[in-house]
C-alpha cells in the first residue's frame, strides 16, 4: 500500500497540524532529506556529474510505501530507485514510524546506507502547526534562555534573550526564516489559547521558525542538524558544511515528539 496524505491529529475536535489545504503553502510536514533548502539554480555538482534537485531534497515530492499499519504504530518506507538516482546518486532505505503515546506523537527516523560508498546528508523537520490568532501565540522558551539568531540573508550572527518569544512575524519579515542555533532549551513550547505543544529539540542543532505570509494560519517549527548553507555554494554536500555520513550498509537513527499540554 502507498501513500501520499497529510499527519492527521486531531485534540478536542481541532485540528492541530497543517494539512497543506491553504492558499499559502502546500507542505504537509515535509521531512528534509537529503539536505536543507535547495542550491539557487535547483541543481548541484557531486563528483563532477550535474544533478537537478527540488527544495528540501526527495522525501517531500515522494509516495512512501507503508509497511507497518498495526492500530499502535504507522511506519511508511522510501527505497531510493531511479528517480532519486537522477537528484541524489546513493542508494538507500528511508522509514519513518509514527507512534501514539496518550497525548505525545513520538516519531522516529531510519535511514540505511544501502550502497558501497559513504553516503554524506544533511536532515531536518518541518512540521505545520496550526495558528488560529498570531496575536495570542508564544513560543516558550527556558527562563534564561540566550541563543544565536541566525540571519540567512547576510550571514550574520546576533545574540538574542528568548524566554518567553513573541517577535515571531516581526522577524520573519526582515529574515524570511527565524534560525536559532546555540539554544540550551530541550523543547520550546507553542503556546495557545487553546491548547499548548511541546516540541523536542534535545538531538537537534538548530531551530528555525516560518510561515509563508503573516495572514496564513500555521507556523512551521523545524528542528534541523545543520544551518541552509546550500545558497552561497551551490553545493549541499560541501564538506565544510555540518554534514552527517553513513558508512556503506549502516543505519542512522534519529527521533523526537511532540506533545499537546
Request: hydrophobic content about 35%; some cysteine; glycine content about 4%.
Given at each position: ?69 498495526d492500530g499502535k ?38 535511514i540505511t546506507n ?148
Amino acid at each position: 500500500m502507498k501513500r501520499n496524505v497529510a499527519t492527521i491529529l486531531i485534540y478536542k475536535d481541532m485540528d492541530i497540524l497543517y494539512k497543506g489545504d491553504g492558499p499559502y503553502w502546500s507542505g504537509k510536514n515535509p521531512t528534509l532529506f537529503p539536505f536543507i533548502s535547495s542550491p539557487n539554480e535547483k541543481k548541484y555538482i557531486y563528483e563532477g556529474v550535474t544533478y537537478p534537485c527540488k527544495n528540501h531534497g526527495l522525501i517531500r515530492y515522494s509516495t512512501l510505501e507503508t509497511i507497518v499499519d498495526d492500530g499502535k504504530q504507522v511506519t511508511m518506507r522510501l527505497l531510493a530507485n531511479e528517480e532519486t538516482l537522477k537528484e541524489y546518486p546513493f542508494k538507500f532505505e528511508y522509514k519513518i514510524t509514527y507512534k501514539l503515546d496518550n497525548n505525545r506523537v513520538l516519531i522516529n527516523y531510519e535511514i540505511t546506507n544501502l550502497d558501497d560508498k559513504t553516503m554524506p546528508f544533511t536532515f531536518g523537520l518541518h512540521p505545520g502547526f496550526i495558528v488560529r490568532d498570531f496575536s495570542k501565540m508564544k513560543l516558550i522558551f527556558k527562563d534564561d534562555e540566550q541563543a544565536t539568531l541566525f540571519n540567512q540573508k547576510d550571514r550574520s550572527e546576533s545574540i538574542v534573550k528568548l524566554g518567553t518569544y513573541t517577535n515571531f512575524l516581526e522577524d520573519l519579515a526582515k529574515l524570511d526564516t527565524v534560525i536559532f542555533k546555540n539554544l540550551k532549551s530541550k523543547y520550546v513550547t507553542l503556546q495557545m489559547p487553546e491548547y499548548s505543544i511541546n516540541i523536542d529539540m534535545s538531538k537537534f542543532k538548530y531551530l528555525a521558525l516560518w510561515t509563508a505570509d503573516p495572514n496564513s494560519n500555521y507556523i512551521c517549527i523545524e528542528p534541523w542538524l545543520s544551518i541552509n548553507n546550500i545558497k552561497p555554494s551551490n553545493n549541499p554536500f560541501d564538506p565544510k558544511f555540518e554534514l552527517e555520513y553513513i558508512e556503506p550498509k549502516q543505519t542512522y537513527n534519529i527521533d523526537y515528539y511532540f506533545e499537546i499540554v
